[in-house]
């Protein structure tokens, strides 16, 4: 278990770091080079502030009417998000990681915030994949891989709760752990994951679309 | 005195007098008489007509057919076969402007109609009190020319004294 | 029609069992550009879309009529099989690219990520039409555009009849008014849908006055009069392109400042702003500003060039129909109620209202896409019959005339009860004739 372990925590956790930036790197690059080819529209009505007011009314909860049409749903995926991401950056059992490879490390917050997070994320995540079942026009669009998304970006969180808590068996737990977290990484270029970083072009492009063309508001 | 005498047909019977006044005119003046039907479209803007078969498109298929009603119904009242005198026109769109449209190109002399119409061939003909429907009230209004109402079989357009007078 | 005509309608609505994968493969590929890449990729499935689309709600909120569904079952099968399609899916698709989206775009301002399915529909329909699949109302006026330069097949003739027609009409009531065809330099060249000239030539009537009084410097051009564009809802963006440039070009001609389109919606959008880029202007800019008549007549009522008897203000409730390519696609929607407010004391809004409202399920080509779509289009216009329901209005003012044919037939269909009028019929009615220009008869009623 301990060479598993230090294996996943160390070439491994390199690979999938390196596929995760490499990865969205290229795919940004590759989107970057057709839109110069075959999306003029795009950059003929570039204007920041547009872009920015389309990113940021889609980035608070109910912040636009779309959102404010199913209350719950968006305050549920706000907050999914909100854990998703604080909760790997700022747990302080991963900067102490960092700390001792790096010498670096951010701001980490108390353990018992982390822990209410997680189980926020961990609670989100089955009311998504519950919605996907119940709702009849999300089902009708689901297939089997976007339930299998939302397992596996549950299960992170799952295990690190459950190691942390030393539930079950702790090495076990923290494999898998390390496991579904590279698994993560390694998914998102290649995935709709990678709305990550694509989230804020589509919201530009059609910022400026409506907004710089029209004035209309696309939120 | 006439040349072209532009005839409003509406194929019922509530524009028959005024094709007999046409014809009569006509015949007497050595005119030429036009037979002239629109059909009519239910939106202001588009090009689709009500026909017997529903609505449509006013296609070449849907003129042709028309025509040859019109020729049916029209030509049996004409006492002579093949007359060369009469032409029939077919037009989709608004009745009353259609028909001031085509009065202005071919500058015709006159136009003679019935006081008022069904506008739906499909709906069972109802027994309107008369009265001067839309199409008589726009075309005596804008035409470019005179025109003249008929609205009982008593009506005739050629002078009774004169036609007497010459075949007397 | 010829028999030519005839013969190409017919061809291209009959079924045929060739489906030419190569043409497919090009046109997918052509549009294979970051945009499209990324919408079929990152599509969360979350479903938000559906709420948005005035089909999914009036037919009980199916969720085949969802945006998210709609595309992915079309453009994104498309794009999954490579082009390797056969002649049942490419129906399907017609069906869904024709009789299930407007390409209203309100869908895309509801998407979290502001997917624009509307861009994705309008290349499915490039694709079919590649195939030479269309609805035959559509296919017919491909056909004028083709031969005459405009929808209707009306030559140049006719349109200069009529104008002069109307001219003469008007001056009865407002002395001097003419329609100066191809002045040169003329500050705006107004710009017309063919059934206005050919089918209510009123409404050139009622320009003509309108400019008259407001002392305009207008021509109307003898051809590049039509600034409709039907090819590009039909999915001909060849033709679309070439139709746009008549426009322009004759523009550019005559040396008019502006071009100027009638209250109509979807010229607006082609004109200003699919215009440039069917026509093949990199930069997407048109060579000559274009205005809507909305925004212009809005400017003659709020700098008193036009002024409006107060007696004659509208004392109904009103409503107004925000058409999708003049409010939403065309930035225009408070331009159109601070005119209206001008105009009627009594203005209910609809909700949802502005930039959000709904379509008013006739556009995107269904009214001139014929009789066989009718029962569609008044099944998911419920949604907009039931917004001029709850207003209490009497009167809608429609400044599209896609809108205007829509809105009459869902006032028969759900029994509404109301009138629909246009901004030009209520502004030629209720503005003040100075005394110069009144004619010279003793006062006569109109």
Not at chain 2, 82 to 92: D, G, S, T, Y
């Amino acid at each position: 278990m301990n060479n598993l372990y230090n294996f996943l925590t160390g070439p491994a956790l390199w690979f999938s770091f390196a596929v995760f930036l490499v990865g969205l790197l290229v795919r940004l690059v590759f989107l970057f080079g057709l839109s110069r080819e075959r999306d003029r529209v795009f950059y003929n009505h570039i204007d920041w502030r547009w872009a920015f007011r389309s990113i940021w009314h889609w980035l608070i909860p109910w912040g636009s009417a779309s959102m404010r049409l199913q209350p719950f749903f968006s305050l549920v995926f706000f907050v999914f998000h909100v854990g998703l991401l604080a909760v790997p950056l700022f747990l302080s059992a991963h900067n102490m990681l960092w700390d001792e490879a790096f010498g670096l490390s951010l701001w980490s917050m108390p353990d018992v915030i982390a822990d209410i997070l997680t189980v926020l994320v961990i609670l989100c995540a089955i009311f998504l994949f519950v919605r996907r079942l119940a709702r009849a026009e999300v089902r009708i669009l689901s297939g089997i891989w976007d339930y299998c998304i939302i397992l596996i970006s549950a299960a992170p969180f799952v295990t690190g709760f459950l190691a942390y808590h030393q539930l079950l068996d702790y090495d076990l737990m923290m494999v898998l752990h390390v496991i579904t977290g590279e698994l993560l990484l390694i998914l998102i270029p290649f995935t709709k994951l990678g709305h990550m970083m694509l989230f804020f072009f589509t919201r530009s492009f059609i910022g400026f679309e409506m907004g710089t063309r029209r004035g209309a508001r696309s939120w | 005195m006439y040349k072209k005498i532009l005839f409003c047909a509406d194929l019922y019977a509530g524009s028959d007098y005024a094709f007999a006044a046409a014809l009569d005119l006509a015949e007497r003046s050595d005119a030429e008489l036009i037979v002239f039907h629109v059909l009519e479209s239910r939106h202001r803007y588009s090009g689709q007509v009500i026909t017997e078969d529903g609505e449509t498109w006013a296609g070449p298929e849907i003129y042709e057919k028309l025509k040859r009603k019109l020729k049916e119904y029209y030509f049996i009242r004409i006492e002579k076969e093949n007359p060369e005198f009469v032409r029939i026109e077919v037009r989709a769109g608004v009745p009353w402007m259609e028909i001031v449209r085509f009065a202005r190109k071919e500058k015709v002399d006159l136009i003679v109609m019935g006081s008022y119409t069904i506008h739906d061939p499909r709906q069972p003909m109802e027994l309107e009190k008369p009265h001067l429907g839309e199409n008589a009230q726009k075309v005596s209004l804008r035409a470019p020319c005179p025109v003249s109402i008929i609205t009982s079989p008593k009506q005739r357009l050629a002078m009774e004294k004169a036609a007497d007078a010459h075949t007397a | 029609m010829s028999t030519n005509e005839q013969a190409a309608v017919k061809a291209a609505t009959e079924t045929e069992n060739k489906v030419n994968t190569k043409k497919i493969r090009e046109i997918l590929d052509a549009n294979n550009g970051a945009r499209i890449r990324t919408w079929l990729s990152i599509c969360a499935r979350c479903g938000l879309c559906a709420e948005s689309c005035f089909f999914y709600l009036a037919h009980n909120k199916d969720p085949k009529l969802s945006p998210a569904y709609k595309f992915k079952n079309t453009l994104g099968e498309l794009y999954r099989r490579k082009g390797y399609v056969d002649w049942t899916f490419l129906k399907k698709c017609a069906d869904i690219a024709w009789g299930e989206c407007t390409t209203c775009k309100r869908c895309s301002m509801y998407c979290p990520f502001g997917i624009d399915i509307a861009t994705m529909i309008a290349t499915v329909r490039a694709i079919l039409f590649s195939q030479g699949i269309a609805p035959e109302g559509l296919m017919r006026t491909v056909v004028n555009y083709r031969e005459t330069g405009n929808q209707m097949g009306m030559s140049s003739e006719d349109f200069i009849e009529t104008c002069e027609w109307m001219a003469e009409e008007s001056s009865e009531e407002i002395r001097g008014v003419t329609i100066p065809i191809d002045k040169k330099g003329a500050k705006y060249m107004y710009t017309v849908n063919p059934r206005e000239p050919m089918f209510y030539p009123q409404d050139l009537a009622m320009a003509a006055k309108i400019f008259t009084v407001a002392g305009e410097d207008w021509t109307m051009p003898s051809t590049g009069w039509d600034c409709t564009n039907l090819p590009m809802f039909a999915g001909d963006k060849a033709l679309a392109g070439q139709v746009v440039r008549n426009m322009y070009d004759k523009a550019v001609e005559l040396g008019v400042k502006n071009i100027l389109i009638t209250e109509c919606g979807h010229a607006f959008r082609s004109a200003l702003f699919e215009g440039p880029y069917l026509a093949g202007y990199q930069d997407g800019k048109t060579p000559v500003p274009v205005i809507h008549s909305v925004q212009l007549l809005y400017e003659y009522v709020r700098d008193g060039r036009i002024k409006i008897d107060p007696a004659k203000r509208i004392k109904e409730p009103v409503t107004y129909q925000d058409p999708c390519n003049v409010s939403r696609n065309g930035g225009l929607w408070e331009e159109g109620r601070k005119l209206v407010a001008y105009l009627a004391e009594d203005f209910r809004d609809m909700t949802p209202n502005r930039e959000h409202n709904h379509c008013c399920g006739g556009g995107g080509g269904f009214i001139p896409m014929g009789p066989e779509y009718k029962a569609r289009r008044m099944a998911s216009g419920r949604i907009k019959a039931e917004q001029i329901k709850a207003t209490g209005a009497k009167i809608v003012i429609a400044p599209c005339h896609n809108c205007f044919d829509q809105l009459g037939d869902l006032n028969k269909e759900y029994k509404l009860g109301v009138k629909i009028l246009s901004l030009k019929e209520i502004i030629s009615e209720a503005m003040i004739v100075p005394d110069n220009l009144k004619p010279e008869e003793a006062d006569e009623e109109a």
